[in-house]
T-cell receptor, first 116, second 115 residues
Framework: GAGVSQSPRYKVAKRGQDVALRCDPI?????LFWYQQALGQGPEFLTY????????KSGLPSDRFFAERPEGSVSTLKIQRTQQEDSAVYLC??????????????FGPGTRLLVL | AQSVAQPEDQVNVAEGNPLTVKCTYS??????LFWYVQYPNRGLQFLLK??????LVKGSYGFEAEFNKSQTSFHLKKPSALVSDSALYFC?????????????FGKGTRLSVIA
């Protein structure tokens, strides 16, 4: 079946511009995660949704970062007034809770954001 | 708090030789351990996981990993490396007692398999 998809794949923004990154999780997956991967580093947690509820946003680096998942499916990560330090790959992952299954997170291809 | 250490930034191995990519972890509860692989300009691809049960876990593409509780390690292994295994490998952990928590990743190890 279809995996996690993200768009756009690449985004170049001028400093101060707002950007919106989209994630389409695997159909039926209730949990959705956003991670930020800086160059040469492992992914770092940003925020987590279970259906439409944002249960954890402790990883969001500033109040310029905002995420939503209004209908419990597609999610959007918005960054306002982008700064150069926001340049990174933004990864989305989804997982589903099944009886007897310990959730594996499945990742999308990521959006590479470059802020000039 | 959870943490993962991948002590090697780079591992080089000749094609056909066995490979090991090292990972140690720290977690307060029960460790759920994962290995992912990342190819250039691609997302993370799941390889295998340890939740409970046998310490030796088998995954995709002939990879396996051994959970060692006393050494808090979860090294990734493959008996015979292929050139196509060249990629960036990430170890990750989450605390199994805390619900669907986010993964904590290591910095990654770049594997280079030389023909």
């Amino acid at each position: 079946g279809a995996g996690v998809s993200q768009s756009p794949r690449y985004k170049v923004a001028k400093r101060g511009q707002d950007v919106a990154l989209r994630c389409d999780p695997i159909s039926g997956h209730v949990s959705l995660f956003w991670y930020q991967q800086a160059l040469g580093q492992g992914p770092e947690f940003l925020t987590y949704f279970q259906n439409e509820a944002q249960l954890d946003k402790s990883g969001l680096p500033s109040d310029r970062f905002f995420a939503e998942r209004p209908e419990g499916s597609v999610s959007t990560l918005k960054i306002q007034r982008t700064q150069q330090e926001d340049s990174a790959v933004y990864l989305c992952a989804s997982s589903v809770r099944l009886a007897g299954e310990k959730e594996t997170q499945y990742f999308g291809p990521g959006t590479r954001l470059l802020v000039l | 708090a959870q943490s993962v250490a991948q002590p090697e930034d780079q591992v080089n191995v000749a094609e056909g030789n066995p490979l090991t990519v090292k990972c140690t972890y720290s977690v307060s509860g029960n460790p759920y351990l994962f290995w992912y692989v990342q190819y250039p300009n691609r997302g993370l691809q799941f390889l295998l996981k340890y939740i409970t049960g046998d310490n030796l876990v088998k995954g995709s593409y002939g990879f396996e990993a051994e959970f060692n509780k006393s050494q808090t390690s979860f090294h990734l292994k493959k008996p015979s490396a292929l050139v196509s295994d060249s990629a960036l490998y990430f170890c990750a952990v989450r605390d199994g007692l805390s619900g669907n928590t986010p993964l904590v990743f290591g910095k990654g190890t770049r594997l280079s398999v030389i023909a």
